[in-house]
């Protein structure tokens, strides 16, 4: 970590009047989750699986929310980071390795997710997703994993969409998912 550092002046952005240090500092890791929930399409109403709880989950959480999901279940290994979904919003939190996972996401969601955001990007999350949304719903995979997860997806009756960079997301758009 260095304490000062140079980077090209078209990559700087001026913060707008009225956003805090707190709400700008958040501008850049919420962009890519902002931006995933924005490929999902409509979420007013919709059931949303979000499978991992880390930062980009949370905020993944925090953006379906924000855009009118009506139920939210997340997934992690870790307790902690279950509990912290549910203290954010989440309507349930489940583990990960659970045998019968889509079974307790089915019931937590009152049936298959609408959309799933897989913020792990593993084979096995993926497979979890493909068990998790409903024929017709959507698989977002927001981020990258190592090695990237290959599997075969029927497009015919779910869609599969890959989330990992924001690029085309500004500030304006993001400033609409901090606000309370």
């Given amino acids: 970590m260095a304490d000062c550092f140079t980077i090209p002046a078209d990559r700087v952005h001026r913060v707008p009047e009225g956003m805090t240090n707190l709400q700008a500092a958040l501008v850049e890791p919420l962009a890519t989750p902002v931006h995933a929930v924005a490929k999902a399409g409509d979420l007013t109403g919709r059931t949303v699986a979000v499978l991992g709880a880390g930062p980009i989950g949370l905020l993944v959480l925090a953006a379906a929310r924000h855009a009118g999901a009506a ?38 969601l009152g049936g298959p997710a609408d959309v799933v955001f897989d913020c792990v990007a593993r084979e096995r999350s993926m497979a979890q997703a493909i068990g998790l949304v409903t024929k017709g719903g959507r698989i977002i995979v927001v981020g990258v994993g190592a090695p990237a997860p290959h599997r075969s997806v029927s497009t015919s009756s779910r869609t599969a969409r890959s989330a990992s960079r924001a690029a085309s997301c500004t500030p304006p758009t993001t400033t609409a998912a901090l606000s309370p």
């Fill in 71 to 108: 139920r939210i279940a997340v997934t992690d290994l870790l307790a902690t980071k279950r509990e912290r979904a549910m203290r954010l919003g989440a309507d349930a939190g489940l583990p990960a390795d659970a045998a019968d996972l889509t079974a307790l996401a089915h019931s937590a």
